[in-house]
C-alpha cells in the first residue's frame, strides 16, 4: 500500500486557494486609483504565521490537485486513528 512518504514531492500541499491583491507602486498603474492585481496564491501557515504564495494561472489547478489529496490523507490518517481508538476501547471493553 502507497503511504505518504512514497508519494513525489508536491504531490500534497497543505493551506488555501486564494486570491492574492497587491498594488505595484507605478503611480502610472490602474492599481494606484481602482483595482488592484490579482493573482492565485496559496496562503498557508507557518510556525504560526500566515504566508502566501504566489501562483501562476498554470498552477492553480495541480495546486488544487494537490490540496484535495492532502485533505483525502488527513481524513484518511484521522479515521486510522479513530480505528485505532475503537480498537483500544474494545480491548478495555472484555
Ligand atoms: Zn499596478
Known amino acids: 500500500m ?3 512518504t512514497d508519494r513525489p514531492e508536491g504531490s ?3 493551506g488555501t486557494l486564494t486570491t492574492f491583491r497587491r498594488r505595484c507602486g507605478k503611480p502610472t498603474c490602474h492599481c494606484a486609483g481602482g483595482e488592484p492585481h490579482e493573482s492565485p496564491a496559496l496562503a498557508y501557515t507557518e510556525a504560526g504565521r500566515t504566508k502566501t504564495l ?3 494561472e498554470a498552477e492553480v489547478a495541480e495546486v488544487g490537485a494537490a490540496l484535495a489529496r492532502f485533505a483525502e490523507a488527513r481524513a484518511e490518517l484521522e479515521r ?3 480505528a485505532g481508538i475503537a480498537a483500544l476501547r474494545s480491548r478495555r471493553g472484555r
Request: avoid cysteine.
Open 54 to 56: 504566489t501562483l501562476a
Open 80 to 82: 486510522a486513528g479513530d
Open 2 to 4: 502507497a503511504t505518504i
Open 12 to 14: 500534497l500541499l497543505r
